[in-house]
C-alpha cells in the first residue's frame, strides 16, 4: 500500500488536515503526517517539530520559547527541507500534499522543491495566483487555489480539498510502466522565434540516437534547465537561445536570473551555445512597458507581449556577459555567431533587423572570451538557417563523441 505525506501547520488547521487525511485513506492509502506546528495540537503526528528542528540541529524547546513566528517558519523551512527528502529516500511516503496560506505554503515548499523531478507534490494554497515563482521555482511542484481561506470546513472548501486529495492519489496510485528506451540526454533552448533552428538541428541529434529535451526560453525554462545541469542529467547542452540575459540585463519580464548559462560550464559539460533572440528583451502587454521605453524599437508580439529591440550599448553589455560565463567553462564549449541574424525578425526586411546593434554584440562577445577552451565559430547564415542548425548540432555531437 502506497503512503502519501500529509505535511503542514496541525496546531492551526487540526480539522482541515484530519478531514484531508481520511479523503485520502478513503482512497486505499496510507498517510504519513508531518506536523511543522510548534504548539500543541489534537493530531497526533507521525513526524513533529522536534523531529524537524533536529534535522539542522535545533533546539525544538528554544524555538517555542523564543515565540518568534518568523525564527519558526525560518527553522521548520530548513528542517523540512533537509528531512523530507530523507523521508522519501527512506521509501517513508510516495507522494506529498499541504494546505496553508503564506506562512505555510513557505514552510514546506522548500522542502517539496527538494524531491525529485516526477514525485507527486502538491499544495492548496492561498498563494496560488499570481507570481508564485518563488515557491515553485523550477520544480514540478503543483499550487491549487484554495479560492477561500484554509480556515475551516465549509461548501467551498470541502470541494477544494476533496479535489486535491483526489488528484494527490490519483498522481500516486498511478503506476502504468512507462517504457523508454534509455537514450544520452541532451537539453537545448527554443523561442518561437529560434524554432527553426533548433527544430533541424534536434532531428539531426535524434537521428544520431540521442535523446533532446527542449527548454522554452522564458526564465522558468532557462532556470530549470540549469538546475537539472547541475543534477547531471545530459550528455550535452545546445544552447541556442540565450535571450533570457538580454530580459536580466535591461529589467524584461522573463530573466533567468543571474547564474543562467554557468552550470554547464562549471559542471564541464560540453555545450554549444549561441545568441539566439539576444536582439530582444520582453515586456508584457504595450501598456506595461516603462515609459522611458516607448520611444524605442517596438514589437506586438501579441496582446501580452511586447518585444524590445536591444541596441548597441545594451548588445555590447550582453557580449560581456556571455563572455564571462563562458570563460568559465572547464570543458568543452563553443560560441555559434550567426552572422546573418539572431531571430526570427532580425532578418533583412524584419522589424528587428540590426546589423550595427548585431555587430557591437559580435564584437563584445570575441573580445571578452579569453578562456582557450572556448572554441568560435562565425557562420556566415542566419540562426534559423539549416546551415547554421546543422554546424551547431555537429560540433556538440563531436564534442561528446570525444568525451
Known amino acids: 500500500m502506497k503512503t502519501i505525506a500529509i505535511a ?8 482541515e488536515f484530519l478531514y484531508l487525511k481520511d479523503l485520502i485513506e478513503e482512497q486505499g492509502l496510507k498517510t504519513l503526517m508531518i506536523n511543522t506546528g510548534i504548539f500543541e495540537t489534537s493530531i497526533v503526528p507521525d513526524i513533529d517539530g522536534k523531529d524537524i528542528a533536529q534535522a539542522v540541529g535545533v533546539d525544538f524547546d528554544e524555538v517555542v520559547s523564543r515565540k518568534d513566528r518568523a525564527y519558526a517558519t525560518q527553522v521548520m523551512s530548513e528542517g523540512m527541507e533537509k528531512l ?5 529516500e527512506e521509501g517513508k511516503f510516495h507522494g506529498i500534499i499541504s494546505l496553508g ?11 517539496m522543491r527538494a524531491l525529485p523531478i516526477g514525485v507527486p507534490k502538491l499544495i492548496v494554497s492561498t498563494m496560488a495566483s499570481g507570481d508564485v515563482s518563488r515557491y515553485i521555482e523550477s520544480s ?5 487555489p484554495s479560492i477561500v481561506d484554509v480556515a475551516g470546513i465549509n461548501s467551498i472548501s470541502t470541494r477544494i480539498f476533496a479535489n486535491a486529495a483526489h488528484a494527490i492519489a490519483g498522481m500516486v496510485n498511478y503506476d502504468r510502466p512507462i517504457h523508454v528506451q534509455k537514450k544520452p540526454l541532451i537539453c537545448a533552448t527554443m523561442f518561437g ?24 526560453a522564458t526564465g522558468t525554462g532557462g532556470k530549470t534547465m540549469e538546475s537539472l545541469i547541475e543534477q547531471g542529467f545530459f550528455a550535452g547542452v545546445l544552447d541556442i537561445t540565450t535571450t533570457e540575459w538580454a530580459d536580466e540585463l535591461i529589467g524584461g519580464i522573463l530573466n533567468a536570473g543571474p547564474h543562467r548559462l554557468e552550470a554547464a560550464a562549471k559542471a564541464g559539460v560540453p555545450q554549444v551555445v549561441s545568441l539566439g533572440a539576444l536582439d530582444m528583451a520582453n515586456f508584457g502587454s504595450y501598456d506595461s512597458v516603462p515609459d522611458h521605453l516607448k520611444e524605442r524599437t517596438l514589437y506586438r508580439h501579441n496582446p501580452m507581449i511586447t518585444l524590445l529591440r536591444t541596441n548597441v550599448d545594451e548588445n555590447i553589455a550582453l557580449g560581456n556577459k556571455i563572455g564571462e560565463k563562458l570563460n568559465m567553462a572547464t570543458g568543452p564549449t563553443a560560441l555559434m555567431i550567426p552572422l546573418k541574424g539572431l531571430s526570427g525578425i532580425d532578418i533583412e526586411g ?11 554584440l559580435f564584437r563584445a562577445v570575441r573580445e571578452a572570451i579569453t578562456n582557450e577552451k572556448v572554441e ?3 557562420i556566415d547564415a542566419h540562426i534559423n538557417d539549416k546551415e547554421f542548425a546543422l554546424k551547431a548540432a555537429q560540433t556538440l555531437v563531436a564534442f561528446m563523441e570525444k568525451e
Do not use: N, R
Open 8 to 15: 503542514g501547520t496541525f496546531d492551526t488547521k487540526a480539522k
Open 101 to 111: 496560506g503564506s506562512g505555510g505554503t513557505a514552510m514546506v515548499a522548500p522542502a
Open 84 to 88: 523530507v527528502p530523507q523521508l522519501y
Open 193 to 216: 522565434l529560434t524554432t527553426p533552428c533548433v527544430e533541424v538541428a534536434k532531428e539531426f541529434l535524434e537521428d544520431k540516437g540521442y535523446e533532446v529535451l527542449v527548454f522554452h
Open 140 to 144: 514540478d511542484l503543483i499550487l491549487m
Open 376 to 378: 568560435i565559430y562565425e
Open 350 to 360: 524584419g522589424p528587428f533587423h540590426g546589423p550595427k546593434e548585431d555587430a557591437a
